[in-house]
């Protein structure tokens, strides 16, 4: 089954996709979040036969929701309704500045976080296994 990941933020979201085995995450693209976001989400989903997704779960350090994480349970809801397949929540604490670390800050951080939060995902479904 493929998986979609995204970073979300207020201004633009990061993408990623697994391969058709759920087991490795790839940056795809950076969108921005805009009236068009949903019709381009519900487009990417059913032309990559994406089975479910995962979106950070944006957290302060002491483990509870930030301000940002009530308009992601706004974006999920409204996902939801257009492509009706399993969301999930992965903490995304760090994963901009880790993507940041890793290649340097530009136009695709976001794309590259996704994958770090889709990537962790999908690590902790092998480990159950």
Not at 55 to 68: F, P, R, Y
Not at 74 to 101: C, K, N, W
């Amino acid at each position: 089954m493929r998986y979609m990941g995204i970073d979300y933020g207020t201004k633009k979201l990061g993408i990623a996709f697994s391969e058709e085995g759920g087991t490795m995450a790839f940056p795809y693209d950076v969108l921005k979040n805009d009236e068009k976001l949903l019709d381009t989400l519900e487009k990417l989903i059913a032309e990559r036969e994406v089975g479910e997704v995962v979106v950070g779960h944006s957290l302060n350090a002491d483990g509870s929701d930030n301000v940002v994480q009530g308009a992601i349970n706004e974006f999920i809801g409204d996902l939801t309704l257009r492509a009706p397949i399993p969301v999930h929540l992965e903490p995304e604490q760090y994963s901009t500045q880790e993507a940041m670390r890793l290649q340097g800050k530009n136009e695709k951080t976001d794309a590259s976080a996704a994958t770090i939060i889709l990537g962790s995902y999908l690590t902790k479904l092998t480990n159950k296994s």
